[in-house]
């Protein structure tokens, strides 16, 4: 998560990074996607699990509210 925040100026920034059909709302494919471009010292199970605590409403995505 670190790597993560030293990329982007905020949340919403970093939102708009992940969220790569532009829609408002990111998928965990994406999420996974781009933690691996960043080179994030985390192994898919740890990704996943944090898409998941991401993921209040358990919808499948996260939108900008929930990744903040």
Known sequence: ??????????????????DLSANSRMRKEHFVFNCAFLEVDADYNDVSDLF?????????????????
């Open 1 to 18: 998560v670190k790597k993560i925040r030293v990329n982007f100026t905020d949340s919403s920034e970093a939102f708009r990074f992940f």
């Open 52 to 68: 998941g605590a991401l993921d209040a409403q358990n919808r499948g995505t996260v939108d900008d509210e929930e990744f903040k």
